[in-house]
């Protein structure tokens, strides 16, 4: 199991177990885990509608791609720890990282 922490917009934290070898994204993991993403573009980095900050573990994900990075640079409350949840695959990597949703 991979272990994960989120903390949703009211500031409320909650682990999370996600089996690994599941092949999804982490967009994919809190729409499953009922979190508010609407993932309006369905994962193509094309909304933002997935941004996270991320609190902790964020030097062992994998860099911001073009895609993401042109995206993340719109958004007016981005900064060095945001990332679209869309383009995060879900591993062993992930492991003891802690997100957080961002505002609406």
Do not use: W
């Amino acid at each position: 199991m991979i272990h994960i922490t989120v903390e949703d917009r009211n500031g409320n934290r909650q682990p999370l177990e996600i089996p690994e070898g599941i092949s999804l994204s982490l967009m994919e993991v809190l729409k499953g885990s009922d979190y508010p993403i609407l993932a309006t573009c369905g994962g193509m980095a094309l909304c933002a509608t997935c941004h996270v900050h991320v609190l902790e573990g964020a030097d062992n994900l994998p860099p911001i791609n073009d895609a993401e990075g042109a995206m993340l640079d719109t958004l007016p409350d981005a900064n060095s720890d945001s990332r679209l949840a869309c383009q995060l695959r879900v591993n062993e990597t992930m492991e003891g990282a802690v997100f957080q949703l961002a505002a609406d």
